[in-house]
């Protein structure tokens, strides 16, 4: 089936409703190919312009939720980019102790891959971390990613390169997957959240993870979210997008450091 160019546009509209994200003409293909498994003979839908249409009387949330899962790419690991989760080790030796509270936030966070490693590492610099006010963020616009992190179940084959000793210690083992143990869990509070909405926080966070997120935005819409995120950032936080990524050509005052890092000025 084709997707005609006034259909596209429609889709891309609803979708920057949903998430934020804006999608250019030559993400057309991108949406033809990903729905196209909803479309035709013996399919959900006849036409593309059909799915449209029940995207528009969708009143469970279901659909909506099925068409952003379809079009956002989900590709996570355990403790991608490694350098990231020892700068938090680093960030907690210096500044545990003397911080009121440590908040981090990780915007983005898909089946919670992210967030679990930052808890990880948090626990093996400081094991007896329930004595202090330390909490981690996870968000995403993708519920149904979110309800996989929440459980915390992952198949053994997506963590085949993880140290047996880590193993051992923060996951459950059963016969077909891991499970992530109850104290890890505990450090993390999952949420639904549009990277351009309101954000409703009441403290500010030490360290804000944006990894692989900004891809999905031009240039324009990038500027507007780092400027949304800079004021929930404490003095002299740190914020930290993915190492391919860059904020060149974009205005902001953040002071950039080795490794895809950048300190509120």
């Not at 991108?30 to 029940?54: D, H, Q, V, W």
């Not at 949330?61 to 790419?73: A, C, D, P, V, Y």
């Not at 324009?220 to 190492?243: A, D, F, R, S």
């Amino acid at each position: 089936m084709f997707l005609k160019e006034s259909t596209f546009r429609k889709f891309a509209e609803i979708f920057y409703q949903l998430t934020g994200i804006e999608l250019k003409e030559n993400k057309k293909y991108l949406i033809e190919n990903r729905l196209s498994k909803f479309i035709g003979e013996n399919k959900p839908y006849k036409t593309y312009e059909e799915f449209y249409k029940a995207l528009l009387n969708d009143t469970s949330g279901r659909k909506k939720e099925l068409f952003i899962q379809s079009l956002i790419t989900n590709y996570t690991f355990f403790f991608r980019e490694p350098i990231h989760f020892s700068f938090v080790r680093w960030y907690l030796r210096n500044y545990l102790e003397v911080q009121p509270y440590i908040r981090i936030w990780s915007n983005g966070c898909s089946t919670g891959e992210e967030p679990y490693s930052i808890a990880i590492s948090a626990l093996l610099e400081y094991p007896n971390l329930s004595r202090y006010d330390f909490k981690i963020l996870a968000t995403d616009v993708v519920v149904k990613y979110l309800e996989y992190a929440k459980e915390g179940k992952y198949p053994k084959s997506k963590l085949q390169s993880i140290d047996q000793k880590l193993l051992s210690t923060y996951f459950e083992e059963y016969k077909e997957f891991f499970m992530i143990k109850k104290n890890v869990k505990e450090l993390i509070a999952f949420r639904l959240l549009n990277i351009i909405s309101n954000y409703p926080f009441s403290r500010e966070f030490d360290i804000v993870f944006l990894r692989n997120v900004l891809i999905y935005f031009s240039p324009k819409e990038k500027e507007k979210i780092i400027q949304m995120i800079y004021p929930h950032l404490k003095k002299n936080g740190y914020l930290i997008i993915g190492l391919s990524e860059s904020l060149v050509g974009i205005t902001h005052f953040l002071k950039p450091l080795k490794y895809s890092i950048y300190k509120k000025a």
